[in-house]
């Protein structure tokens, strides 16, 4: 018997984990949830699926109609028609996929896409490796679009609630005629036009479209009086205010990270939700890819309030409350100052005036440490202070003084650079002549805020509102009263005679809904337009397919209040073009354009900023310290500020940190918990300014002490997704402060059920009595000091010798001339999840809704198990991320338990899975180590969600139907699934190859979804046979390891170590802080 | 004690120990017979919505064909021909024939005609034609003699025995690559070995693994 706890020092995956005793983990491990808990159902029903309320009578009456169906099925199969097109296409094979280039957009993120097209539909993004921001990989975002475009919750048809016969009794809205619609909304606007636009009001989102901008300039010219509202917080706005302060209006910072030595990320998540994260993931990776233990690697110092990606991969990281991480930028400006010779403050800025903010002893050893690396010779100019967005715009202006001051900013080389026609389009400057790079936007809208608007209404002079895909209602901040702003001008007085409010939208979201008329809009992928990326580069979008629904674009709309004709997008798109490119345009130029998915050869705006400010960046310090408790608001890992709340597929993904589905939740320390009186799922009530929210709490560690963090963009009503997951932060946020809160905090009294993942497909059964083991080898990492000193390492934690190692019997027969293998570089998977929404697309993995995770009934074939290590909860020493999917044993455990031979060993090294063979017994899974088989409790692919009245079909399964992947069987009921290494994509190339006479596919052609999605290239894919192909390279590395190699069963699947570069002199004092919290927890 | 059964009860497990392998032999033999895709599918011969006679276009006119199914050689479908293909010749041949009727209309108002699917798989079944071809299985070997065909029917079970019947041993069922659209072509009368075959550029290596047609 042992009580002592099992996890405590070593790695833990959550913080029941690690408390648990040896006895209590033999106790209650168990994979699968025994019996169907009534109690464990949470009191609504997220998702698809209904379980609940199956009665004896029921059952019977649906298992007496179900045999009834089944015998009236007893006939030939049915009969299935073959529609050819009347005229193919010219090169268009019927049933095999071609790729579209295009671009999608959020926030001021831009990424190129190419879109593979099956037969007309679209169904998987990829990136478009020629574009510089997206380099053939693609954000967890973009690759979850394409489940939008499909979406049965979508508006169909113009809704309207002017024409009282139209509305349904109960409703507020009917559906409305277009032609109708449109007719009316050119007299409104003819007869606003009348006075110059007075009243007239337009709120968008982030217009990157330089066809789009033309438009609102268009708007401006016949409506002169008009005003542009933006509403989107996914805009740096921040950082764009710090470089118009430095360099002139227009100016735009950015950073370019591939030739970086050292990365301070202040408060800023580079690697997943700040803008352009895919390009930076890729350039920071470039920096932390090392084979052996002598190679460069680039070290990351992260001070942050909650734990996200970047900080996961810090090679040190502080937490510090969000109000105060101004105060470490400051404290590092002094210590740089200090330098006078290597560091040299931009021409003419005195920085004796500096405040000196108190820091606590260890966030200021930190500060020291990372001011001697940074002032270090041989990094000199190889450096980059990335401030996070939510930080003020004097964090970020101090952010560049430190960036110029080390030389990281070379004004002269950028603006050469810029100056080159070529610079502008998909040519970027070449990088490495400094990681800080600012460019001018002269063509942006001048736009006003949501408070403007808030102002605007209140005072009545906006009287005509158009919501362009925004939904202010919603978004706005509590202290705004939007909601009821919008309601006045709207549906309060729904014959819209003297006020008007235009919301136009994929989903009849809070706005529609107050609005007089509810146009739907298409999707990017329906649609013509072009975007232009923060550095410049500029995308043609081109659709994939009709308008799946009677909708137009937002520029076709832009369009049409701007002239009062309805004119195509691509007419639009073309004349606009026309012009712009001049001498340049030519059919031959464009058709290039649309096929590389972007623009080149076109000079637009020659021209660089001159930064000339620096004195500005320290008179605006304004420091505002928050003392109790800080609310901290941030733009979530999923659903980013909410515009993805009603994708499925985003909804359920796990929090990279958290693990946490469906919903948000106030994430704090567990000492912050502790102190509060709340454990996990308790409710707390969160006041600031006089206004209260009710969220559930989580305690994530890693999280700053006094600090509740919260993401943005949950708790909205629109559709039966976004309904009921998490809670609407809105009502607590204020214009008055950015991002950062004093708040209080109360418990609520109730509790709320939170769906984790983070317990569940444990690799730790547990020790039994008599047997117990040090750590096993699951997920690995050193120090780069100790990987010189010890290259071997990989090998001395297993926990057998390879000659104690014996098969039970002799595993398959490998014979196949190409033997199929990843290797996964856990040094670079910074846990971003574009890898498991890539293979939920690519492989038509359903989602269940929050009640079946509850059940840990999730359905990812990939998941990603994140660990923390360290002897005090609040402030883990280190935090790994390791994605895990089926290892593809070469003794495969699961194989010699199936009764049925439905998983099966193919000759080249694929556990197969045979579905139609599969009776669902799940012996597999249970005997799986690596827990990563998943079994369709429920026919989760063919269940509909209930639809509001405009939708015709009653489930939407046609639609969702559209998305599937036509050479991925769709499983059904009662199966048995799991990661196949893509095997269509094999099998795709293997006949390419063979058709072309070769035997053998060449090395690289086959790439599996994640490994083609991954920003970082932490997957790699191939032939291990093949000595020199990449995945066996890989696997040569000194890094290379098997998890839980004891258990002999030979995955093809293997990890590079993870290695981590601490600073030499630090890492010595936080080992010493580490020791000294082990001795006092113990 | 009086007897509760009749006397001739006694023959009852006699017969039943008689009777019942033969009902288990019976209903064996039914399902193996019935049951088998050689009689449920085998034979299957819908109508078509145009009566277009293979027999008259593949075999007395000689049409290759790949002339209409022209995606066979590079997809996993061979592709039912567009309307448009038809109208080639038939914009000048046979123009008034009331059988075209539904083809001309779908030249002209591009909608589709509704082909009814004879070699129909199950979708967890993926079958690609062009690797077949590659290999040098001839059209006749799995779609019989089409080019005696009126109408369309199913001539071989497509069942997945049959399958790897030729997987495990496709020696038999290859032909030199030039014969492939060759209806009549005979293997007994031109030995063939592919083996051989300096037209070859690899040796074939059908998969008889689940992940070769399953995915």
Known sequence: MSTERIYASRYWQSLRQRELTHDEAADEWREFEEGVDPAAAPPRDPGFVATTGLTRRKFFATAGAASALATSACVRKPVENILPFSERPEDLIPGKPMGYATAVQYGTTVEGLVVESQDGRPTKIEGNPKHPNSNGATSVWAQATVLDLYDPERTRVPLTSTDAELVPEGETHGIAEWGKTRDTLKKLFDRIAKSGGDGLGLVTRWIASPTQRAKIAELRARFPKARVFVDDALVPWNSIAAAETLAGKGARAYHVLDKTAVVFAADSDFLHTEPDSVRLQREWSKTRKIVGSTDFMSRLYVVEPALSNTGIMADHRRRVKGSAVGDVVIALLNALAADATNFVPPTGLDLSGLPKPKLAPAVQQFVDALASDLLASENKGRSAILVGERQPAWVHLLGFVIDAGLGNLKAGAMVEAERDPKSIGADRPTPGSGSLRLRFDSRVVEAETLADLSKALGGGEIKHLVCLETNPAYSGAGDLDLAKKLEAIGIADPKASKTTLVHVGLWRDETARLAHWHLPVSHFLEAWGDVEAFDGTLSIQQPLIEPLHDTYSVTELLGFFASGKMIDGYSLLKGFWTGEAAAQFSDRNWRQWLHDGMVTGVPRDPGAPAPNAWQQALGSIERKPIEGIELDLHVDPRVLDGRFVHNAWLQELPHPVSKVTWDNAAYVAPSTAAELGVVDGDLVTIGVEGRSITAAIWQVPGTADGVVSLAIGYGQTATPTATGAGVDVNPVRSSKYGWFAQASVAKAGDTYPIACTQDYGSMKPPSYVGFDFDERPIVLEKTRDEFKADPNFVEKVNLMERSRLQHLWDPPKLTGKQQWGMSIDLNTCVGCNACVIACQAENNIPTVGKEQVLRAREMHWMRIDRYFKGADPDDPTSVVVQPMLCQQCEAAPCETVCPVAATTHSPEGLNDMVYNRCIGTRYCSNNCPYKVRRFNYLAYNTKGRPQPFWNEDIDGAWLLQMQKNPDVTVRFRGVMEKCTYCVQRIQEKKIEAHVAGRDLVEDGKIQTACQQVCPSEAIVFGDIRDPDSKVSKAKRSPRDYQVLRDLNTHPRTTYLARIKNPNPALAKLEADAEAAKATKGA | ?215
């Open chain 2, 1 to 215: 004690v009086p007897a509760i059964f009749p006397r001739w009860t006694n023959n009852v497990p006699i017969a039943i120990g008689l009777l019942a392998p033969l009902a288990g032999a019976g209903l064996i033999f039914a399902i193996w017979y019935w049951f088998s895709p050689w009689y449920t599918d085998v034979g299957y011969r819908p109508e078509q919505p145009v009566p277009y006679s293979h027999a008259l276009h593949a075999g007395d006119l000689g049409l290759d064909c790949r002339y209409c199914h022209n995606t066979v050689e590079r997809a996993a479908m061979a592709a039912i021909p567009p309307s448009s293909t038809c109208m080639n010749c038939h914009d000048l041949v046979k123009t008034e024939s009331k059988r075209l009727d539904l083809v001309r209309e779908s030249d002209k108002t591009g909608m589709p005609v509704p082909w009814v699917r004879v070699h129909q798989l199950p979708d967890y079944a993926f079958f690609n034609h062009s690797a077949h071809l590659a290999a040098g299985v001839g059209c006749a070997s799995c779609h019989g003699r089409v080019d005696q065909m009126v109408i369309v029917e199913m001539e071989k079970p497509m069942s997945m025995a049959w399958c790897l019947d030729c997987h495990r041993d496709p020696k038999p069922n290859l032909r030199p690559l030039d014969q492939i659209t060759n209806m009549g072509w005979n293997p007994e009368a031109t030995p063939y070995d592919p083996d051989r075959d300096p037209h070859r550029r690899r040796k074939v290596n059908p998969p008889t693994h689940c992940s070769g047609c399953h995915r």
